[in-house]
Each structure stands twice: as C-alpha cells, then as structure tokens.
C-alpha cells in the first residue's frame, strides 16, 4: 500500500512587520496583499492539485481557528489543528507530525508556511512532487531551495555541498540565517540558495529527528502521543484538549531550522532541490513594494494615494482616504482606521521593534487587538 502525501500548512504566525494592517486578530496569512484572495487561500489552492482537501491539514494558534475555519470552508473540520498558544515551527510540526502518523505510519508530510508568494503555481507542483519522490525514497530530509535574484539580508541561505546527491537533489553542508549585505552576495556568488522554508519528509523521519537533535521537543510530543491515545487531536475530548495544553505550553519555543534542520544538515541527513517559482515570503513593506507594480520613479500603492515629486514610496490606503506623499523617498505610509505607520522602507524589518516598543509605552491596544 503506498503511503498518502499530505500538506500541513503553518497557519499560526501574527506577521508584526505588517503593523498596522496584521494585527492578532487579523494576522498577516489573512491579508489580501497582492489578490482579492488572502495569503493562506492562494497557499491552499495552490496545493489542492498535488493533495486534495481531504489531505491538506491547517495548524493554527485558538485564537485564529474560527477566522481559519470561515477562510479555508473547503476542507474538513477535523483538518484543523488548534496550537494552544504559538510556540515557533518546531512544536507546530511536531503537533501535525503525531496526528498524520496516527492517519498513516507510513505518510510523507510536505511542510509549508501560510503566508508566502509563489506566482508560478504550475512549477511549484512540479518541485514538491520531486521533493515528495526524494523523501519517498530516502531516509532524508527534503527542502526547497530558491534561485536568489538579489542579496535579500531578511532571508535564511543554504549552502550546498559540493558533489553528492542525486542530480535534482543536493546535500546541505549548513544554513545561514539572515546574513548582513556584504555576506548574503558572497553566498549567491558561491552558489546558495534562500531557504524557502518548505520541508518534505517521511512523517516518522520528522519525529526521529526531533528524538536525535531536540530531545526536549520530543518529550512533549510523546507526552501528546500519549493523551491523543490513537484519536484525532481534531476530536479530542475537552479534559484531553485541557491537558493537550498544558503539555504544549511545556514545549520549548524554537524554530524548526534551530532545533533540527542545522543540526541535521551537518550530519548530512538533509538535501535541497533547487527551484524557481517565483518565490517570495512577503516579509514586509519593503518585499511587498518590490512585488507590486511601480511607476517610473519606483512608486508603488493600493488604495487612493498620489506621489508628488517622491520616489521609491509605498502607500498602502486601506480606508479609503486619499494618502497624498510630497517631496519624500523611501518611505512607507499605511493608513488604517486607527493608526498610521509613516517609516523608512529600507527599514521595514524593524517594525516588529517598533510594535514591540508601542506595546511597552502604553500602546498596546494598537497592536495587540
């Protein structure tokens, strides 16, 4: 019997760069950026040709589900997996991880973020389903690596081994998380690849890999094992869902390339396949103006907005009032109901500073509802 692919989408991140647009209750998967679709329905249709509804899963913090369940209404209620608070990617997968090997032992997961952009939907099922094969194939686990266009500082680079490895799928000798501008040429120059952030494996490799290199996650997730006692963590009962949680908040928060990725790609346990299409994560202003289409003088907008005499800006009017810009470069305004964000774009990563700082001076209804 050949084992079933499935897809589990992270759907439970708050994308602080975008403030004032994400805000917790309505977090960044949610926008509608560049569609009249929201980042995690574009991410969801995309899939549905490789996997179907039945098999693609929504891991998603409590405080999003319902928002998630309206969004996603194709796929079925036990599909969604509630997170009881966010505790980074490791825990998130290991969570889908113990509900598919009860669905099927022998299952290969493809794992993937919520809210990222990829324009090319036709090529992006051809490399999942060579990253599916690899993983099918090999005790091995299996990422996307994209072709870079440009030194991007706010990205993850892999860097690959020289020889070894089938022809599409390459060993890892190491990641580099978000190098500054000098490094991240020198990685392009020598050959690396952004890390996608998208993972294939078999789902008993995930979990013998969280065993070998984040004991302390594992622990966690036999403890899960435990209480969920061969049902749905969909269909628990409520006493089972309050000790779920209290197991959870137990878990060390850590991302999955921390926790397992770096450590097994020095073992040699890890292998890219290099793809092109058209990839982005959408990370903040800054790669949301780089997608949309600019005038002459690199301005960008959505909603009513008129740039005079300014160059390189991104007006997002989210109200309907018109933003006029005289005179300006390299900024960013967004216009909400209740708060504006006026910055330097070659900045935007610094926003989720600044949310942080609002919330520490007094500002905390502006950002956290």
């Known amino acids: 019997m050949k084992p079933e692919f499935f897809a589990v989408i992270m759907a439970g991140g708050k994308g602080s760069r975008f403030w004032p647009l994400s805000r917790p209750s309505r977090p960044k998967q949610m926008l509608r950026l560049l569609t009249p679709k929201s980042l995690v329905r574009e991410t969801v249709d995309r899939l549905m040709p490789v996997f179907g509804p039945r098999n693609i899963l929504i891991v998603a913090v409590d405080e999003q589900q319902r928002a998630m369940r309206r969004e996603l209404r194709m796929l079925p209620k036990s599909n969604f997996l509630i997170e009881p608070l966010g505790k980074n990617t490791a825990p ?37 389903q060579k990253a599916i094969a690899v993983a099918s194939e090999t005790d091995t686990l299996v990422t996307l690596g994209i072709r870079p266009t440009y030194p991007e500082t706010g990205y993850g680079y892999i860097v690959k081994a020289k020889g070894g490895g089938r022809a599409e799928a390459r060993r890892v000798r190491g990641f580099v998380e978000k190098p500054p501008a000098a490094q991240a040429r020198k990685l392009i120059a020598s050959g690396a690849l952004w890390n996608s952030g998208i993972f294939v494996a078999r789902v008993a490799t995930f979990l013998a890999a969280f065993r070998r290199y984040a004991p302390q996650v594992a622990r966690r997730l036999d403890v899960i094992a435990g209480i969920a006692h061969g049902r749905s963590l969909a269909r628990l009962s409520p006493a089972a869902r309050a000790a779920l949680k209290r197991a959870y908040r137990k878990m060390p928060n850590v991302s999955i390339d921390y926790a397992v990725m770096e450590k097994a790609g020095s073992d040699g346990k890890v292998v890219t396949i290099e793809a092109d299409f058209g990839w982005s994560d959408i990370g903040n202003w800054d790669a949301l103006h780089r997608m949309l289409p600019k005038k002459r003088s690199g301005n960008a907008g959505v909603g009513p907005h008129f740039p005079f005499r ?12 018109l933003v006029a810009l005289l005179g300006m470069e390299n900024t960013v305004v967004v216009d909400t ?14 926003i989720k500073d600044l949310t942080d700082e609002l919330g520490i001076r007094g500002f905390r209804k502006y950002v956290a509802r």
């Open 337 to 350: 109901p209740d708060a504006i964000l006026v910055a330097d774009i070659r900045r935007a990563q610094e």
């Open 92 to 128: 998130c997968i290991g969570l889908a991880a113990v509900e598919l090997l009860e669905r099927d032992p022998e299952a290969i997961a493809a794992i993937l973020p919520a809210d990222h952009w990829i324009s090319d939907g036709r090529r992006f099922s051809r490399a999942l």
């Open 310 to 321: 300014s160059s390189n800006c991104l007006v997002y009017a989210s109200d309907g009032r």
